[in-house]
């Protein structure tokens, strides 16, 4: 934000208000964008240098200004404020308290930063980092690691979980060794279908496209998407595992109704917690492909051992 | 682009252009920033309406023009455009053909949308999508589904090369089966650790704070990083499976020196390949998250299965 702004009076003519912008105007920030106070440097409108070079010089300011002034509080977040930035392809915007006086405008140049910014954190979320606003070269090595170890912790316990069930269902696993060797296809094409859906979902929430509301479109929309994925990948899977390495028919179909049903899950899971975490006030971002991967590996493990128990009967 | 700007020619005082802007500003997208053309349109400087305002109404346009134009070519890729704007703060650039004739203007709120559209692609590569510029409730079912499934495939293929490590080293899983409960751990500590540099790295890339000649500060960087982390992350779980859990202590160092060992190999990979891909001229995007867990998997399951051989004698 900057103060260094053109104020004009709504009592002044076009023509003083230029002379008034030519004795001052040379130390702003910005002249393309004038703004109109009262003696209490309440905001009464803006009026911009265009509106002021096509007018009559005659013409006073009260009758030419726009009263209808998108502004923001002081107390806003900045990412709020690149939205209305965006939504109405604004180059500056005024600043006000919480009496609507004027204490300064913010322009269109710092918008891109902080939108490089919001993105840049976005991104670190998402791949479980805490964000940082350094650039990465300009950042020390323990700094770095402090940002990165918490969230791999966190996730490194939870994947406990996932070898929990492994152990529990040993004994599948040791009457047909081969179920191993699926495992990591399973976990990781669950994994990446799931953060394609929510990384989907995650930008949409970002940039103002998807709503809490749309929660139910989000999820039919995905289950249809999850479908005609899952049965593409499970039939090519089939046709790879059972025809070119002669896997056991049972082994083959417990392999692809769990890769179907995974991908189902991942992206049905994938599209509602984004929206989840938003409704509670978290970060959307959180919900990214780490968590996600964490959560569908879990899920497709049980799957994959009960799919077992049920098609090879053990 | 638009071609609605203001064109002024330099033989003008700044009394004739301002009368000129008046008679023709009405249609233009901006008179912010005004363009002086000769008569075959050839672009000889830009002048701001600030500085019109602020000069002398007798000084003379060509005295008084900057003619050190930043101006794009019609064959600049957008993304390109988008760094000159952030680079110099600038909120309407010229566009020009090869003969450095004017054919338009992109003001900043053009840019605004570019920067969204291109940080949204870039999302979506890195979580394996196709990029798309619709808006996700817009766009079909089918659509999305296309968008997703090739990637997918490509990396469940890939995955057969996880699984068939594990086909090759089923004795050891089988004579150690508690060896098997610590592989989704590894797989996703591996994968988490990994596009967490990937992701800061191809954004170092995209914003142009890490070029192609930092590649042995990035390597130098994530090896440090990686041993801070990976040292932590390996005490931690070996003070869970061993105190807690009672596992063996030959199958506990065998497990968090790998751990160890991936995180450090996953790091450095991570953060060597999306510079890689750039210095091929592939997108560094690319190289992000899904791909990376792939490659990081394959390697944390040798590294296991070496380990695992040398410690429990296998």
Same mark, same amino acid.
């Given at each position: 934000m900057t103060i260094e702004y053109v104020d004009l009076k709504k009592e002044m003519t076009v023509k003083e208000a230029i002379q008034h912008i030519k004795r001052?105007? &040379?130390?702003? *920030?910005? $002249?393309n964008t004038c703004y109109v106070i009262n003696n209490n440097r309440k905001l009464e409108g803006v009026i911009s240098i265009r509106k002021l070079i096509l007018?009559? *010089?005659? *013409? $006073?300011i009260k009758d030419i200004l726009n009263d209808d002034v998108i502004s923001i509080k002081t107390t806003d977040d900045q990412e709020n404020i690149a939205q209305l930035f965006k939504k109405y392809d604004l180059t500056a915007m005024p600043v006000v308290d919480n009496e609507n006086r004027l204490v300064g405008i913010i322009t269109v140049d710092d918008i891109v930063d902080i939108i490089e910014q919001e993105n840049t954190e976005d991104l670190q979320k998402m791949a479980a980092m805490q964000p940082s606003e350094e650039e990465y070269l300009k950042t020390g090595v323990f700094k770095l690691a402090g940002h990165r170890i918490t969230w791999l912790l966190v996730l490194m316990i939870s994947a406990t979980f996932t070898g929990n069930i492994i152990k529990r269902f040993e004994d599948v696993l040791q009457s047909v &060794?081969? @179920?191993? #060797?699926f495992i990591p296809m399973l976990m990781d094409t669950g994994g990446n279908a799931g953060s394609q859906s929510s990384t989907l979902i995650i930008r949409g929430l970002a940039l103002g496209e $998807? *709503? /809490?509301?749309?929660v139910f479109k989000v999820i039919w929309k995905e289950l249809r998407v999850s479908i005609v994925v899952g049965l593409t990948l499970a039939v090519v899977n089939f046709l790879r595992i059972y025809y @070119?390495?002669? &896997?056991d028919v049972m082994v083959s179909l417990t392999v692809c109704l769990t890769l179907f049903m995974t991908v189902v899950l991942a992206k049905v899971v994938g599209g509602l917690l984004p929206i989840a975490a938003k409704s509670v006030k @978290?970060?959307? #971002? $959180? /919900? #990214?492909s780490p968590l996600i991967t964490t959560i569908v590996d879990a899920f497709a493990l049980v799957i994959y051992f009960r799919m077992a128990t049920l098609f090879i009967g053990l």
């Open positions: 001052t105007g &040379v130390d702003r *920030e910005t $002249i007018s009559d *010089e005659t *013409e $006073i &060794v081969i @179920l191993t #060797a $998807i *709503e /809490m509301k749309d @070119l390495e002669n &896997v @978290l970060d959307p #971002a $959180i /919900m #990214a």
